[in-house]
C-alpha cells in the first residue's frame, strides 16, 4: 500500500489534484492489479494498459479528475481525464493522461498532445518481497506538464517485410525533465540498471 512518508508534497499537480487522490489510486491499482500478474507475464505492454486503467479509474472516483462519459470517445480520445466542469474540449492545463511502465525515465505515447501527464511506475514481485499479499507496486508516481515540443516522433519499423510496433511519440531526455516530479517516490525501492528494484535485493 502507498507509504505516505514518501510521498513530496512539493511537487507541482493540475489543477485541483491532491496527494490524497493519488495515494487513494496506488492503493487502488495495487490492490485490482494483483489479480492480473500471469497477464504482465504473458504481456508486459497490455499489463500496463490495465495499470493505466485502473489509475484512471481511481482518480475519477477520488478526484477532480473525471473520465469522458460516452465510453466511445472515452477510449479513442485525448485525454484519459479532465477536470470536472471544463466542457468538452478542455485547455491542455486541465488534461490529465494516464500511463504507466515497468522502465523508470520512459514515457510513451501515440500523440504529442500538450497536457498534464501522470506516469504510473511499478514492478511485479511474484514473491511479495516488499509486501506481502502486494506482487504489485507502484514505486514511483511522476507528474508532468509536457508542451508539444517536449515529444519526439517514433516510428514504426514495421513494414511488408516484417513486423514491428507502431509509430508512438516519446519525451525527449526524459529523465531530465522528470527531475523533480516524483510526487511519489518509495524510499525501499532502486533503480540498477534501469531496472527498479527492491533496494534490500541490491
Known sequence: ???RD???RSVPLP???TVMAIE???DYVEREAAEFVEVYLEQANVFSALVGIFAARALDANSVCEKHRHTDLAQTRFPDLKRRGSGNNPPPEHCLECKASKRPWAVQSHYDHPGWYIIWRYLVDP???LEPGRPVIIW???VAFF????WKYEG???GAGGGGRTHTFGISNPAAKLRGKAVYARSDVAVVRSKAVPRNGV
Open 6 to 8: 514518501d510521498f513530496d
Open 147 to 150: 508542451e508539444r515540443s517536449d
Open 15 to 17: 489543477p485541483g489534484l
Open 156 to 158: 514504426s519499423r514495421a
Open 127 to 129: 514473491t511479495c518481497s
Open 1 to 3: 500500500m502507498a507509504r
Open 24 to 26: 487513494k489510486a496506488v
Open 140 to 142: 514511483r508516481v511522476d
